[in-house]
């Protein structure tokens, strides 16, 4: 057993009362023993003291919707909606993969994340080279639920990433003995059928009896954008997303869906009903001009909401920073300027994601017995001071380069910005080369 005690810093702890102040916290193993007033563990009696004086300690930051698997194809496919940004750019690299670039994709955007603050992630892969995200993800350090995408349905899309109702089950349930409770239970196993637009009648079915079956949840894409809707409608005989997702038993379990910009009015009670996250990602949807997903309207119904930053080519970075900033201010213009507060932001960041995977009780908030998930922020500088307001200066004010600390299960993943689990410098040098034979394999220019 080993003890860390992380003191002098300001707490900022989301639990019940939002505790904020001075305090310490003691972390055995890969849990949060005690959180004390400034002083209350005495010194000399644990196996690492990190002394944060002057900064401020947060729950670890939750993405609940990134593609890692699309870190290398970053600046490589912009300005371009929805669907031709996938058919045109995103389809034909994800198909190009090869077990050495997702692995370099992955570690990337791994590091990325670390560096932001970002502890835990929900991740949806490509269709093949899974076992590499889950390997980068492993070496990291950072808790993840991930999955292999999804693509029976063959309209528009490269052989590469075609494959049959069978093959996407079996290799499916093979990730999921493999991976799911790996690494001491931080990493987990998501089905991850991409959008209704890829996949069949049938294998939505096989994925909703699956997933109520093996407890499995089900992560997917819904209602992003205009044209995708009018897809659905054409390829499901009238049916929106919701209504496909309810009737195939997508929604007996856990469901997580990203985007959910274009819903209708029907389709919002059954998604209260059934528990239905929405992963909103508010720079992906300006970024593809897909549009504003009414989060406080959703909120005020009970829908569930989550923070993601999507993937990289969609959005260009993955920032949880710049999410909860994006998220805060889209909605002002339409609702007021008190339309989603710093504190609510701050919430769907870390309680919110939580509960989209399934671990609110063991994450999201710095609470007695919960994981030693945290990041640690210095907002001592210009771009931060002055200000009273913590969830204010986090949200509007603060910048991912502010982390200087980032832990998971009581590990520290990075120390004084230096990432203490993944080669940066090798990384990066494989960055190029895998990219160029990439488009080489793709026939890309």
Known sequence: MSTLLIRGGTLVTMNAERAIGPGDVLVRDDRIERVTAPGECAEGTYDEVLDVSGRVVIPGLIQSHVHLCQTLFRNLADDLSLLDWLKTRIWPMEAAHDEHSIRVSAELGLIELIRGGTTAILDMGTVHHTDGVFESIERSGLRAISGKCMMDRPNDVPAGLHETLKESID???RLYEHWHGAAQGRIGYAFAPRFAVSCTEELLAEVGNLSAQHCIMVHSHASE???????????FEGRDNIQVFAETGCMDYHLCLAHCIWLNENEIEPMVTHGVHVLHCPGANLKLGSGIARIPELLEQGVQV?????????????DAFQEMRLAALIQKPRLGPQALSAEKVF???TLGGARALGLEDHIGSIEEGKKADLAVLNLGQAHTLPGRNLYSRIVYSARSSDVTHTLVDGR???????ILTLDEEACYSKIQPALDALFERADLR
């Open 171 to 173: 290799s499916s349930l």
């Open 225 to 235: 954008n205009k044209k995708e809707v009018e897809v659905v409608r054409h390829y």
């Open 306 to 318: 989550s923070l993601g930053a999507d993937g990289a080519p969609c959005n260009n970075n993955l």
């Open 347 to 349: 919430e769907l960041a």
């Open 412 to 418: 520290v993943l990075m120390a004084e910005k230096k």
